[in-house]
Nanobody, 123 residues
Framework: QVQLVESGGGLVQAGGSLRLSCRAS????????MGWFRQAPGKEREFVAGISWSGVTTYYGDSVKGRFTISRDNAKNTVYLQMNSLKPEDTAVYSCAAQSRLPTTLAEMYNYWGQGTQVTVSS
């Protein structure tokens, strides 16, 4: 049974930082590309960042480029999202996802999803 469990969300002031973690179990983690998505109330789900199985290739949504960094530790079955210079508009539920194909920004291509962690940025 595949499980993705996120942690690290919380309340932070604008300009602050948070690091999200997503630990996978029940899957050969090193064979999966990983992604982070977010969804704010009343808005559609948005691609945030993705990383290839090896960690060599990373890619970001336009709204977070230069502020967020995705990384992974295959020995720990964990993917991270370092979020710096946070803005109130970054407030959302952040979810990680896994898929065994080529890296993609398309949510429908991901097979497995975590339950999400809330990030709230106050102004």
């Amino acid at each position: 049974q595949v499980q993705l469990v996120e942690s690290g969300g919380g309340l932070v002031q604008a300009g602050g930082s948070l690091r999200l973690s997503c630990r996978a179990s029940g899957v050969t983690f090193s064979r999966y590309s990983m992604g982070w998505f977010r969804q704010a109330p009343g808005k559609e789900r948005e691609f945030v960042a993705g990383i290839s199985w090896s960690g060599v290739t990373t890619y970001y949504g336009d709204s977070v480029k230069g502020r967020f960094t995705i990384s992974r530790d295959n020995a720990k079955n964990t993917v991270y999202l370092q979020m710096n210079s946070l803005k109130p508009e970054d407030t959302a539920v952040y979810s990680c996802a896994a898929q065994s194909r080529l890296p993609t920004t398309l949510a429908e291509m991901y097979n497995y999803w975590g339950q999400g962690t809330q990030v709230t940025v106050s102004s």
